[in-house]
Protein backbone atom coordinates (compact mmCIF):
# COMPACT_ATOMS: atom_id res chain seq x y z
CA UNK A 1 0.00 0.00 0.00
CA UNK A 2 1.23 3.47 -0.40
CA UNK A 3 1.26 4.90 2.83
CA UNK A 4 4.24 2.38 4.69
CA UNK A 5 5.53 -0.82 4.85
CA UNK A 6 3.27 -1.61 7.96
CA UNK A 7 0.34 -0.84 6.39
CA UNK A 8 1.28 -2.86 3.29
CA UNK A 9 1.40 -5.57 4.92
CA UNK A 10 -1.38 -5.44 7.15
CA UNK A 11 -3.60 -5.11 4.10
CA UNK A 12 -1.70 -8.14 2.63
CA UNK A 13 -2.32 -10.17 5.28
CA UNK A 14 -5.85 -9.17 5.08
CA UNK A 15 -6.38 -9.99 1.63
CA UNK A 16 -4.55 -13.34 1.46
CA UNK A 17 -6.84 -14.92 4.41
CA UNK A 18 -9.70 -13.44 2.60
CA UNK A 19 -8.42 -14.78 -0.73
CA UNK A 20 -7.58 -18.41 0.35
CA UNK A 21 -10.88 -18.77 2.01
CA UNK A 22 -12.85 -17.81 -0.46
CA UNK A 23 -11.10 -19.43 -3.06
CA UNK A 24 -11.66 -23.05 -1.27
CA UNK A 25 -15.57 -21.82 -0.76
CA UNK A 26 -15.57 -21.70 -5.40
CA UNK A 27 -13.58 -24.80 -5.56
CA UNK A 28 -16.54 -26.51 -3.37
CA UNK A 29 -19.43 -24.15 -4.72
CA UNK A 30 -18.51 -24.28 -8.62
CA UNK A 31 -15.24 -23.87 -10.34
CA UNK A 32 -16.22 -20.85 -12.56
CA UNK A 33 -15.77 -19.15 -9.60
CA UNK A 34 -12.22 -19.94 -9.26
CA UNK A 35 -10.74 -17.15 -11.44
CA UNK A 36 -12.67 -14.62 -9.61
CA UNK A 37 -11.93 -15.84 -6.23
CA UNK A 38 -8.05 -15.58 -6.74
CA UNK A 39 -8.00 -11.86 -7.50
CA UNK A 40 -8.21 -11.02 -3.77
CA UNK A 41 -5.38 -12.95 -3.15
CA UNK A 42 -3.56 -11.70 -5.69
CA UNK A 43 -4.25 -8.65 -4.56
CA UNK A 44 -2.43 -9.59 -1.59
CA UNK A 45 0.42 -10.61 -3.06
CA UNK A 46 0.76 -7.55 -4.66
CA UNK A 47 0.27 -5.45 -1.32
CA UNK A 48 2.78 -8.06 0.18
CA UNK A 49 5.45 -6.96 -2.58
CA UNK A 50 4.62 -3.14 -1.98
CA UNK A 51 5.38 -3.99 1.53
CA UNK A 52 9.03 -4.91 0.73
CA UNK A 53 9.32 -1.86 -1.61
CA UNK A 54 9.16 0.52 1.47
CA UNK A 55 11.40 -1.72 3.13
CA UNK A 56 14.00 -1.00 0.52
CA UNK A 57 13.36 2.96 -0.06
CA UNK A 58 13.82 3.26 3.99
CA UNK A 59 16.43 1.06 4.45
CA UNK A 60 18.26 2.08 1.71
CA UNK A 61 18.10 -1.22 -0.14
CA UNK A 62 18.18 -0.74 -4.12
CA UNK A 63 17.74 -4.54 -4.52
CA UNK A 64 14.65 -5.06 -2.87
CA UNK A 65 13.32 -1.80 -4.04
CA UNK A 66 13.56 -3.56 -8.06
CA UNK A 67 12.56 -7.04 -6.52
CA UNK A 68 9.70 -5.64 -5.09
CA UNK A 69 8.95 -3.07 -7.44
CA UNK A 70 9.16 -5.89 -10.51
CA UNK A 71 6.70 -7.67 -8.33
CA UNK A 72 4.11 -5.17 -7.82
CA UNK A 73 4.35 -4.17 -11.27
CA UNK A 74 3.90 -7.70 -12.54
CA UNK A 75 0.14 -7.60 -11.29
CA UNK A 76 -0.25 -4.03 -11.89
CA UNK A 77 0.52 -4.10 -15.56
CA UNK A 78 0.82 -7.90 -16.59
CA UNK A 79 -1.30 -9.68 -13.98
CA UNK A 80 -4.49 -7.86 -14.35
CA UNK A 81 -5.56 -6.87 -17.98
CA UNK A 82 -5.24 -10.78 -18.70
CA UNK A 83 -6.74 -12.10 -15.70
CA UNK A 84 -10.00 -9.98 -15.41
CA UNK A 85 -11.11 -10.42 -18.73
CA UNK A 86 -9.94 -14.41 -18.17
CA UNK A 87 -12.24 -14.49 -15.12
CA UNK A 88 -15.46 -13.35 -16.60
CA UNK A 89 -15.18 -15.69 -19.59
CA UNK A 90 -14.45 -18.78 -17.12
CA UNK A 91 -18.13 -17.38 -15.89
CA UNK A 92 -19.45 -16.71 -18.44
CA UNK A 93 -22.35 -19.11 -19.87
CA UNK A 94 -21.30 -21.83 -22.81
CA UNK A 95 -24.16 -20.42 -24.97
CA UNK A 96 -23.10 -16.64 -24.25
CA UNK A 97 -22.44 -14.83 -27.47
CA UNK A 98 -20.11 -12.39 -25.46
CA UNK A 99 -17.83 -15.28 -24.19
CA UNK A 100 -15.48 -15.08 -27.01
CA UNK A 101 -14.96 -11.42 -26.54
CA UNK A 102 -14.05 -11.78 -23.22
CA UNK A 103 -11.51 -14.50 -24.42
CA UNK A 104 -10.22 -11.97 -27.19
CA UNK A 105 -9.86 -9.55 -24.58
CA UNK A 106 -7.77 -11.69 -22.24
CA UNK A 107 -5.20 -12.65 -25.35
CA UNK A 108 -5.10 -8.67 -26.17
CA UNK A 109 -4.34 -7.89 -22.22
CA UNK A 110 -1.21 -10.96 -22.53
CA UNK A 111 0.10 -8.75 -25.41
CA UNK A 112 -0.29 -5.37 -24.01
CA UNK A 113 0.99 -6.89 -20.40
CA UNK A 114 3.77 -7.84 -22.37
CA UNK A 115 4.40 -4.94 -23.50
CA UNK A 116 4.37 -2.98 -20.59
CA UNK A 117 6.23 -5.14 -18.45
CA UNK A 118 8.90 -7.41 -20.23
CA UNK A 119 11.35 -4.10 -21.10
CA UNK A 120 11.49 -3.23 -17.24
CA UNK A 121 12.83 -6.89 -16.67
CA UNK A 122 15.05 -5.95 -19.33
CA UNK A 123 16.55 -3.17 -18.29
CA UNK A 124 16.26 -2.37 -14.61
CA UNK A 125 17.22 1.23 -14.62
CA UNK A 126 13.44 1.86 -16.09
CA UNK A 127 11.91 0.79 -12.92
CA UNK A 128 11.68 4.43 -10.73
CA UNK A 129 10.26 4.22 -7.78
CA UNK A 130 10.37 7.69 -5.62
CA UNK A 131 7.96 9.05 -2.59
CA UNK A 132 5.55 11.14 -3.89
CA UNK A 133 3.24 13.08 -1.07
CA UNK A 134 4.08 9.90 1.45
CA UNK A 135 3.26 7.80 -1.05
CA UNK A 136 5.02 5.74 -3.65
CA UNK A 137 4.71 6.75 -7.43
CA UNK A 138 5.73 4.20 -10.16
CA UNK A 139 4.28 6.83 -13.03
CA UNK A 140 8.12 8.74 -13.76
CA UNK A 141 9.03 5.53 -16.46
CA UNK A 142 6.96 3.31 -18.37
CA UNK A 143 8.05 1.85 -21.63
CA UNK A 144 4.66 2.63 -23.86
CA UNK A 145 5.40 6.32 -23.46
CA UNK A 146 8.32 5.78 -26.78
CA UNK A 147 5.28 4.63 -28.17
CA UNK A 148 2.38 6.25 -27.69
CA UNK A 149 0.77 8.78 -25.12
CA UNK A 150 0.10 7.84 -21.57
CA UNK A 151 -3.79 8.95 -21.50
CA UNK A 152 -3.98 6.47 -24.56
CA UNK A 153 -1.94 3.65 -22.21
CA UNK A 154 -4.47 4.47 -19.21
CA UNK A 155 -7.82 3.98 -21.50
CA UNK A 156 -6.59 0.61 -23.11
CA UNK A 157 -5.77 -0.83 -20.00
CA UNK A 158 -9.13 0.69 -18.55
CA UNK A 159 -11.06 -0.66 -21.20
CA UNK A 160 -9.69 -4.22 -20.58
CA UNK A 161 -10.43 -4.32 -16.76
CA UNK A 162 -13.80 -2.58 -16.58
CA UNK A 163 -15.30 -3.96 -19.95
CA UNK A 164 -15.59 -7.38 -19.61
CA UNK A 165 -17.20 -7.41 -16.38
CA UNK A 166 -19.34 -4.48 -17.80
CA UNK A 167 -20.61 -6.91 -20.45
CA UNK A 168 -21.05 -10.32 -18.45
CA UNK A 169 -24.10 -12.08 -18.41
CA UNK A 170 -24.24 -11.16 -14.67
CA UNK A 171 -26.09 -8.68 -13.03
CA UNK A 172 -24.19 -8.48 -9.94
CA UNK A 173 -20.71 -8.77 -12.33
CA UNK A 174 -21.26 -6.14 -14.11
CA UNK A 175 -21.92 -4.22 -10.60
CA UNK A 176 -18.76 -4.79 -9.87
CA UNK A 177 -17.47 -3.32 -12.70
CA UNK A 178 -18.65 0.00 -11.49
CA UNK A 179 -17.08 -0.43 -8.59
CA UNK A 180 -14.17 -0.63 -10.79
CA UNK A 181 -15.15 2.90 -12.17
CA UNK A 182 -15.52 4.12 -8.86
CA UNK A 183 -12.12 3.25 -8.21
CA UNK A 184 -10.60 4.65 -11.12
CA UNK A 185 -12.56 8.08 -10.59
CA UNK A 186 -11.30 8.30 -7.03
CA UNK A 187 -7.72 7.49 -8.36
CA UNK A 188 -7.62 10.42 -10.77
CA UNK A 189 -9.67 12.87 -9.32
CA UNK A 190 -7.74 12.80 -5.87
CA UNK A 191 -4.82 10.60 -5.77
CA UNK A 192 -3.01 11.74 -9.30
CA UNK A 193 0.46 12.22 -7.42
CA UNK A 194 1.07 8.26 -6.78
CA UNK A 195 -2.28 6.90 -9.25
CA UNK A 196 -0.82 3.49 -9.60
CA UNK A 197 0.14 2.53 -6.05
CA UNK A 198 -3.38 4.15 -5.19
CA UNK A 199 -5.44 2.41 -7.70
CA UNK A 200 -3.69 -1.46 -6.64
CA UNK A 201 -4.66 -0.60 -3.29
CA UNK A 202 -8.45 0.60 -4.02
CA UNK A 203 -8.52 -2.52 -6.52
CA UNK A 204 -7.38 -4.79 -3.92
CA UNK A 205 -10.20 -3.83 -1.32
CA UNK A 206 -12.67 -3.67 -4.45
CA UNK A 207 -12.31 -7.23 -4.67
CA UNK A 208 -14.03 -7.98 -1.84
CA UNK A 209 -16.92 -7.12 -3.71
CA UNK A 210 -16.03 -10.50 -5.72
CA UNK A 211 -15.78 -12.37 -2.40
CA UNK A 212 -19.61 -11.61 -1.47
CA UNK A 213 -20.81 -12.22 -4.87
CA UNK A 214 -19.36 -15.72 -4.43
CA UNK A 215 -20.33 -16.17 -0.39
CA UNK A 216 -23.89 -15.40 -1.21
CA UNK A 217 -23.74 -17.64 -5.24
CA UNK A 218 -25.17 -14.66 -6.11
CA UNK A 219 -24.86 -16.17 -10.19
CA UNK A 220 -27.33 -18.75 -9.79
CA UNK A 221 -29.88 -16.95 -9.26
CA UNK A 222 -29.77 -15.43 -13.25
CA UNK A 223 -28.28 -18.83 -14.53
CA UNK A 224 -29.06 -21.85 -11.48
CA UNK A 225 -28.11 -24.65 -14.34
CA UNK A 226 -24.95 -23.80 -13.99
CA UNK A 227 -24.60 -22.62 -10.37
CA UNK A 228 -26.99 -23.47 -8.60
Known amino acids: MCLSAQVSFAASVFLLGGGAAVSVVAWRRNKRYLPIALMPLF ?4 QFMEGNVWLGMTGN ?7 GAMGFIFFTWFMWPIWIPFSVYVLEP ?7 LFLTMALIGLAFGLLLYIPHGLDSSMVVVEVNNQSLAYEKSMWLDFMMPRWLTNTIYGTLIILPPALSHYRHIRHFALTLVAVVVVDFVFLQYA ?6 LLAGLATLHLVYIILTNKCARECPELFA
Not at 43 to 46: E, V
Not at 195 to 200: D, N, P, Q
Open 43 to 46: AGLQ
Open 61 to 67: DPFTVLW
Open 94 to 100: DDSPRKR
Open 195 to 200: YISFFC
